[in-house]
């Protein structure tokens, strides 16, 4: 059974950073596109960033361009998104996911096999 675990949320105020973590169990980091995605308390759940399994390919939401990088190590099966200049827009759950498919699968949404149960993220102002 594969099992995600995302850590690393907390309150933060608002210009700061965090690093979230996503570890994964078995062989899902090897050949498994990866991506985050996050929900706000009323509304839907959004894709956020994605990486190729070699980490060739990163693709992000533009609301999120240009402050926040996702990244990751296969030795650790481990995916990881660093979040600077946060706003208390993006005060929600995180969720870590992962699928046999590619990037664009991520960016999508709909072809996720795998997710974490969620990290909370909270920014204030």
């Known amino acids: 059974q594969v099992q995600l675990v995302e850590s690393g949320g907390r309150l933060v105020q608002a210009g700061g950073s965090l690093r979230l973590s996503c570890a994964g169990s078995?062989?899902?980091?090897?050949?498994?596109?990866m991506g985050w995605f996050r929900q706000a308390p009323g509304k839907e759940r959004e894709f956020v960033a994605a990486?190729?399994?070699?980490?060739?390919?990163?693709r992000y939401a533009d609301s999120v361009k240009g402050r926040f990088t996702i990244s990751r190590d296969n030795a650790k099966n481990s995916v990881y998104l660093q979040m600077n200049s946060l706003k208390p827009e993006d005060t929600a759950v995180y969720y870590c996911a992962a699928t046999r498919g590619s990037t664009s699968t991520v960016v999508a949404g709909s072809g996720m096999d795998y997710w974490g149960q969620g990290t909370q993220v909270t920014v204030s102002s």
């Open positions: 990486i190729s399994w070699g980490s060739t390919t990163t």
């Open positions: 078995g062989g899902v980091f090897l050949t498994y596109a």
